[in-house]
């Protein structure tokens, strides 16, 4: 029984959302407390239950503590099951979030798996679903996953309503440890409004090009309708070897103009912060690298919170360690012990 202390680190949920991949992935189960410690609202939301409860069908787990407000939880991962299954988190919690407690066990077990989830698409606070679309996935592609995801419609906060369909068809996956990035090949971005005028989307576009004013920006605009209104933008950096990326949401009293700058911003200190991945992007692939069985490494601009909390945690699972290397970007290798 591994134990786990929930306030490491950022103190977040990211904690609970790996452990619960990793023990499905060894077979071994842990005990976590001081859930979300370092939160204003602690304990489990019904965003968090939702994965524990979608973990525990997919590998026919025990579980304690899965009520809202527990601090503390305990799993015991049974065998992993293929198959379809439909999730509805009932709230505007975010699917990308519950595709990253899931995913790591789904790319790396030998089984097919179609999800169909219900819930927010794009959510503060949380990577946007264009982002695992355009950034993550196909970096796990390169790696080795299989896996195709279709959004059927996007929802927002507080309403919800979004739907996506994943699958994977898991299996081997190789290491990731490109030592440059390659040739740029193209900088693109899709803006989204969701039950707002075309128009507001337009300024979102104008803001990115401002923010990115000497690159040639191919950016796309989405108009939809649904049962949650919303805005935002993604914005990605194609090279031969990897992807960068960065996004913005809309909020309400924000001009769109400044939404698409800040996607903008952001991006570009990516680009010129010399990493292989983005700083949002290290910490969510860190899991998949440490099952690869291969020593994999990375460059990235900044180490984040989040990122030495998965350096923590991975290894508690997984007989794998980390070496950080010094100055902007940082190099981060993967060492098997075995």
């Keep these: 029984m591994i134990e786990l202390d929930g306030s490491h680190g950022e103190g977040g949920g990211q904690v609970l ?7 499905v992935l060894t077979g071994r189960g842990f005990r976590i407390t001081n859930i979300r410690a370092g939160r204003d ?4 939301r019904p965003q968090h239950l939702a994965g524990i409860r979608l973990m525990s069908e997919i590998s026919s787990a025990e579980v304690a503590g899965d009520q809202v407000g527990s601090d503390s939880l305990e799993f015991h991962p049974g065998q992993m099951r293929g198959g379809r299954y439909r999730f509805d988190v009932g709230t505007a919690g975010s699917l990308t979030l519950l595709m990253q407690t899931v995913l790591p066990a789904l790319v790396v077990s030998p089984i097919e798996t179609e999800l169909e989830l219900i819930g927010g698409t794009d959510v503060r606070w949380s990577p946007p679903i264009d982002h695992y679309a355009q950034v993550l996935f196909p970096i796990l592609r390169l790696m080795g996953a299989r896996l195709e995801m ?22 081997k996956m190789g290491r990731f440890g490109p030592q440059q990035r390659g040739e740029l090949r193209r900088v693109l971005g899709t803006a989204f409004v969701q039950n707002l ?6 300024r979102l576009i104008q803001g990115a090009r401002t923010g990115l004013p000497c690159v040639d920006l191919d950016i796309t605009l989405e108009v939809s309708s649904g049962a949650s209104t919303g805005a935002g933008v993604t914005l990605t950096a194609e090279y031969e070897n990897t992807v960068l990326g960065w996004n913005s949401l809309g909020e309400k009293g924000v001009a ?17 912060g010399g990493g292989i991945l983005d700083v949002h992007t290290a910490d969510q692939l860190l899991p998949f690298m440490a099952m690869a069985n291969e020593g994999s490494c990375f460059t990235v601009r900044e180490i984040s919170g989040h990122l030495r909390t998965q350096m923590w ?10 070496r950080i290397g010094e100055g902007s970007p ?4 993967v060492i098997n012990r075995t």
């Design 150 to 171: 279709n959004v059927e419609r996007r929802g927002f906060y507080p309403q919800g309503g979004g739907a996506v369909h994943l699958k994977v068809s898991g299996g």
């Design 17 to 23: 959302r790996t452990a619960l991949s990793l023990s």
């Design 330 to 333: 940082y190099l981060i290798e």
């Design 313 to 322: 945690l991975v290894p508690q699972f997984v007989p794998i360690d980390f």
């Design 41 to 44: 609202n602690p304990g489990l």
């Design 256 to 272: 769109a103009e400044r939404v698409g700058r800040v996607a903008a911003t952001g991006l570009r200190e990516e680009i010129e």
């Design 197 to 202: 005028p075309a128009k507001v989307g337009e």
